[in-house]
T-cell receptor
């Protein structure tokens, strides 16, 4: 069964550094998402992406964040200058156009900012 | 502001019994309500989706009800098994094109043999 994959599984970075989290969505999916989950807290929406542009973004998704689908297969989340509070699990998700379910979450990247 | 509440206390249940979880929401009119399972350190796994005009949905041992008047969904796991032990998340979908999901905090279920 097709899966969403994410790399790396764990990223440690120093405060102020840039990080890029990578995702490979399921190949025929058209909507792509990033969510995050701070330890012990809710899964929070960051951004949705369709037709090579952002569909919706949350208040969390400020100017420090950006997304890109550079080559038709990868979907990346960049954090320009990481803060301690960016430490969280980051989940990528994708879905087909007609299917409202969003059951296609990746395994996540654990980001630790020191 | 929108609020989604799930019982934050863990639900301990004996194997074979039915687990019932609650999801309440305020200041929201979701077009769809979804339930996910999350194991520690893993991503959410989709279980069931129910539309605003549906009252009940079933899938194997799982059943979901949706009452838009009460602004509540109930999630049932019948004949529970130790393998059902996990955190269960409800998520609301406004139906907008972006399909943003708003998650509740989840309820941890522990099924004892």
């Amino acid at each position: 069964e097709p899966e969403v994959t994410q790399t790396p599984s764990h990223q440690v970075t120093q405060m102020g550094q840039e990080v890029i989290l990578r995702c490979v969505p399921i190949s025929n999916h058209l909507y792509f998402y990033w969510y995050r989950q701070i330890l012990g807290q809710k899964v929070e929406f960051l951004v949705s992406f369709y037709n090579n542009e952002i569909s919706e973004k949350s208040e969390i998704f400020d100017d420090q964040f950006s997304v890109e689908r550079p080559d038709g297969s990868n979907f990346t989340l960049k954090i320009r200058s990481t803060k301690l509070e960016d430490s969280a699990m980051y989940f990528c998700a994708s879905r087909p156009y007609r299917d409202r379910s969003q059951g296609y979450f990746g395994p996540g990247t654990r980001l630790t900012v020191t | 502001s929108q609020k989604i509440e799930q019982n934050s206390e863990a639900l301990n249940i004996q194997e074979g019994k039915t687990a019932t979880l609650t999801c309440n929401y305020t200041n929201y009119s979701p077009a769809y309500l979804q339930w996910y399972r999350q194991d520690p350190g893993r991503g959410p796994v989709f279980l069931l989706l129910i539309r605003e005009n549906e009252k009940e949905k079933r899938k194997e041992r799982l059943k979901v009800t949706f009452d838009t008047t009460l602004k509540q969904s109930l999630f049932h796991i019948t004949a529970s098994q130790p393998a059902d032990s996990a955190t269960y998340l409800c998520a609301l979908d406004s139906g907008a094109a972006g399909n943003k999901l708003t998650f509740g905090g989840g309820t941890r279920v522990l099924v004892k043999p």
